[in-house]
């Protein structure tokens, strides 16, 4: 089992349409997680952090369920520069390395 | 706002020759990080340093890659003898304290032919 997984879409959606990306992870022990993005041939850059609670920016919405060992971000009213790859990353305790899934490629059309 | 700098951009180099790619974190920072993602696959961890010394590494990171902090502020990658399949973009990151976020370099593109 790979140790964080994703739909690699791509997903291809309207202006406007919500989104939503699943991920799995394999480690119980891992303790932070993040959803970076990545436009074509850039470095990831971090869209949020995802806490046990939920949390919320602005059209972003990320959860996380640590009984299922599943994350998911949400994206409402999706522009065109939401266009990107969108990693799921996952940490275990205090500085350890980052363990990022293979991404998945979302393109939003006009 | 501070960012994570990385030099060269673009590297092309010969079978077998050696590398140096660098790597300047924010300055208050105290973990450091080489990761590399062939072109379309995934981001892959290749070691973590930390206290000046290594802290992990994945079996990527064989006898033929060693990374130093010279300087106090620069953070090298050297690969020794480069092989094609080491064609990559190679980057680097740092991050303040535990559980904290990490933020990356642009990346250096590294092509051996």
């Known amino acids: 089992r790979k140790e964080v997984e994703q739909d690699p879409g791509p997903f291809n959606v309207p202006e406007g349409a919500t989104v939503a990306f699943n991920c799995t992870y394999s480690?119980?022990?891992?303790?932070?997680f993040f959803w970076y993005r990545q436009d074509c041939r850039k470095e990831p850059k971090l869209l949020m952090s995802?806490?046990?609670s939920g949390n919320e920016d602005g059209r972003f919405t990320a959860q996380l369920n640590r009984a299922s060992q599943y994350i998911s971000l949400l994206i409402r009213d999706s522009k065109l520069s939401d266009s990107a790859t969108y990693l799921c990353?996952?940490?275990?305790?205090?500085?350890?390395?980052?363990?990022f899934g293979q991404g998945t490629r979302l393109t939003i059309n006009p | 706002e501070p960012e994570v700098t990385q030099t060269p951009s673009h590297q092309v180099t010969q079978m077998g020759q050696e590398v140096i790619l660098r790597c300047v974190p924010i300055?208050?920072?105290?973990?450091f990080y080489w990761y590399r993602q062939i072109l379309g696959q995934k981001v892959e961890f290749l070691v973590s340093?930390?206290?000046?010394?290594?802290?992990?590494k994945s079996e990527i990171f064989d006898d033929q890659f060693s990374v130093e902090r010279p300087d106090g502020s620069n953070f090298t990658l050297k690969i020794r003898s480069t092989k094609l399949e080491d064609s990559a973009m190679y980057f680097c990151?740092?991050?303040?304290?535990?559980?904290?976020?990490?933020?990356f370099g642009q990346g250096t593109r590294l092509t051996v032919v």
């Open positions: 340093f930390y206290n000046n010394e290594i802290s992990e």
């Open positions: 990151a740092s991050v303040r304290d535990t559980n904290t976020e990490a933020f």
């Open positions: 990353v996952v940490r275990g305790q205090g500085a350890q390395k980052l363990v």
């Open positions: 300055s208050n920072h105290l973990y």
């Open positions: 480690n119980s022990a891992s303790q932070s």
């Open positions: 995802v806490y046990s």
